[in-house]
């Protein structure tokens, strides 16, 4: 074999090998998060949360209310919530929502409730302190997502990031600005080792900040982008006519929609906490693989992999998760790849 095609079948495979099913669900109906820790495998479902065994993926309990009482989860479905996020620490689990979060034990038993202020979506603990995804709008009505820093008592201590609100409305469905599709997501954090790993809304780079909020390094994607083209073009908009409050927007705006050259440079982020590695996915795919950028948590680039991306993934301790359904059988299967 070539000296060229040994670096690229090294390349392409030497970090993971195939995926493995290893189990079907058969209680899972829509799916939406995928958590994953030493002993227990976490799926969130609208307000339900799903625990199993890491061992022998059997089902332990499922639980979870809607409603304001204590240990049931909030959600605001007109504004478009009507699923829950969920933070797995060390002896509990937080199902964070709109206007509280709750904490349950591993084997779901409720513990506490924290009301959490109308400044942000979810609120996550950093010691003693709280990190909250905010939506913010100023005195001259332009909205703007940001991440603060905020102390016990939910005074807040520091924004450490913000950017507008990727469509800024005027009366009905007309919109104030152009506004590239792609990059209207609000800004996303996790943390992990006591740092904080923001994403903005035009997926350019993946931000890292210390407990203070100072910003210690960025992480990305230099290699050269992917061009969007009139198929992806088309895509979108495609799913925009299955989204009534999308498509209304589309029709009374086409004008406005500024669809780009290339592709953002990543895709999404997953950080393994047990490995304390960050994986940058890109948009390049290929068999239903996509190429991964891994760093460490100083920032240092280690390799590049490609990697399954179908389905509902979360990475942990050097494997790949995926909820994958099959859609001749009607369920859901739990896959888990090695990528070490």
């Not at 095609?5 to 995928?34: C, D, N, Q, R």
């Not at 001259?140 to 800024?168: A, C, M, P, W």
């Not at 390049?284 to 948590?297: G, I, M, R, S, Y």
């Amino acid at each position: 074999m070539k000296k060229g095609y040994l670096i690229l079948f090294i390349f392409l495979f030497a970090s993971f090998s195939f995926a493995k099913k290893v189990a079907t669900l058969p209680e899972l109906i829509h799916p939406f998060g995928l958590y994953v820790d030493v002993d227990r495998i976490f799926i969130t479902e609208g307000v339900t949360i799903y625990i199993y065994s890491s061992k022998d993926y059997n089902l332990i309990k499922k639980f979870g209310k809607e409603g304001e009482g204590p240990g049931e989860i909030l959600l605001r479905r007109r504004g478009g919530s009507s699923e829950i996020g969920l933070i797995v620490e060390n002896d509990y689990i937080i199902a964070t929502s709109v206007s509280k979060s709750v904490y349950f034990t591993k084997n779901g038993q409720f513990i506490k409730e924290i009301r959490v202020p109308s400044i942000g979506r979810i609120a996550v603990p950093l010691d003693n302190l709280f990190v909250t995804q905010n939506y913010i709008r100023e005195e001259d009505q332009t909205l703007y997502h940001g991440v603060v820093i905020y102390d016990s008592n939910f005074k807040e201590i520091r924004e450490i990031y913000r950017h507008e609100h990727g469509i800024q409305w005027r009366r009905g469905w007309n919109i104030a600005k152009p506004f590239n599709p792609l990059t209207i997501i609000p800004v996303n954090f996790e943390i992990c080792d006591k740092k904080i790993f923001v994403i903005p809304g035009d997926r350019s780079k993946v931000l890292v900040f210390n407990k203070e909020g100072k910003e210690i390094f960025s992480i990305t994607n230099k290699d050269e982008l992917l061009e969007f083209t009139e198929r992806d073009k088309k895509k979108i908009l495609d799913e925009y006519k299955h989204i009534p409050v999308l498509d209304r927007a589309y029709q009374a705006n086409k004008n406005l929609f500024k669809f780009p050259t290339y592709f953002p440079p990543i895709h999404w982020f997953y950080i393994d906490p047990i490995e304390r590695k960050v994986y940058l996915e890109t948009e390049k795919k290929e068999n239903d693989k996509a190429k991964h950028l891994v760093f460490d948590f100083t920032g240092k680039l280690l390799e590049k992999i490609m990697v399954p991306c179908q389905g509902i993934l979360k990475i942990h301790n050097g494997k790949l998760y995926q909820l994958i359904e099959n859609e001749d059988e009607e369920e859901w299967e739990l896959h888990i790849t090695e990528i070490r």
